[in-house]
């Protein structure tokens, strides 16, 4: 096999460029290509072309298997499935209103109940730290995709339950096109657990940055005192005592640049993106639930979760945030459900959220 034309380089090539409409004839040191004009423009390549072999070369860290790596990369992939649950709770949601959510200052009640179907995504993210050290992982979130509240430890609880995945070409209509908000209200959360985890890392580099800037100003005291000493050396001229007096003076400024380059050297800049998705069907149960609050009433709809076994909890009709500690409030003659802290300050700005990229399918 000549050089250029490694094989698992060219199987990749292949299954890269069939995805994308290309027509390949695979031999055994290279591929015979024939590109669609776009892909051609994409790749930098002439609509035919010889890959492998004596034609461009398909080498380990070579411009066109990077650029086929990010052609391969660049959507997230997506996993559909169902989930097979034992049974479905009928009986018991009174309490777990009162268990599962809070209503402060207002009534929840049951109103009816229904067997439905929902669907729920686990979205696995990758971090990547950069600092004095590079580090990186891979963190999975869940969300309800409907409300795009939160499931906390969902991806944990999946693995007790058997799951059917749907072959392409064969995924039902059910799960929701605009997923926006849940993969907003995922990635969000992702950062936050992303920061858990480099916690221990976080730490370190702090550490390091305040011994580093402790032994910058000890040596930049040290080197001020031994310069103003040589100031009553008897042989000095007026012109280098000037000279030093100067030095000394600039001793400060020169220090701050230093520390400046320290926290610049450990400064940690983090990106969190996704790379992966499970989205699922599962068979739930859907609550309905009257609020009374002061002079109003209006129903919502709430789910009971048999990954979890829990109730589902909702999100603030003001900033999103997932929540369950609810608290009514009226406005336009209409209550709205909101959380503490935009309870507590109605005008809260909300933070701004990751964002996926828009090649998520």
Request: aromatic residues 6%.
């Amino acid at each position: 096999m000549t050089k250029g034309s490694d094989p698992e380089p060219l199987s990749f090539s292949v299954q890269v460029l069939e995805k994308h409409g290309g027509l390949v004839e695979q031999r055994s040191d290279h591929l015979l290509t024939l590109l669609p004009a776009s892909l051609a423009r994409l790749l930098d390549l002439p609509e035919e072309v010889q890959l492998g072999g004596e034609g461009v070369p398909l080498l380990y860290g070579s411009p066109l298997l990077d650029r086929l790596i990010n052609l391969a990369t660049r959507e997230v992939p997506v996993v559909y499935g169902q989930v097979e649950v034992p049974y479905l709770k009928k009986a018991g949601f009174e309490q777990l209103i009162g268990q599962d959510l809070s209503f402060a200052d207002g009534l929840a009640r049951l109103v009816s109940r229904a067997e439905a179907r929902t669907s729920y995504m686990v979205l696995v993210c990758h971090y990547v730290a950069l600092s004095d050290e590079r580090k990186e992982g891979l963190v999975q979130v869940g969300v309800n995709e409907g409300s795009g509240a939160l499931i906390p430890d969902l991806e944990k609880r999946l693995s007790e339950f058997q799951l059917q995945f749907f072959a392409p070409g064969k995924v039902p209509p059910h799960f929701p096109v605009h997923l926006e908000q849940a993969v907003s209200n995922a990635l969000k959360s992702a950062k936050i657990n992303t920061e858990t985890e480099l916690s221990d890392f976080l730490s370190s580099m702090r550490r390091r940055l305040r011994r580093d800037v402790r032994n910058t100003r000890e040596y930049y005291e040290a080197l001020k005192k031994e310069m103003e000493a040589s100031l009553k050396h008897p042989n000095l001229t007026d012109g280098q005592r000037q000279e030093r007096v100067a030095k000394i003076q600039e001793l400060p400024q020169e220090m701050a640049r230093k520390i400046a380059d320290l926290e610049h050297k450990y400064q940690v800049q983090i990106t969190v993106r996704g790379c992966a998705a499970l989205r699922f069907l599962a068979p739930v149960v859907q609550i309905m639930i009257g609020i009374n609050y002061r002079k109003f009433q209006r129903t919502a709809r709430v789910t009971w979760n048999p990954i979890t076994r829990r109730l589902d909890p909702l999100v603030c009709e003001h900033c999103q945030e997932t929540i369950r500690a609810i608290h009514p409030r009226e406005k336009d003659s209409h209550i709205l459900l909101i959380c503490p802290s935009c309870s507590a300050n109605p005008k809260r700005e909300t933070d701004g959220l990751f964002t996926m990229p828009s090649r998520f399918k």
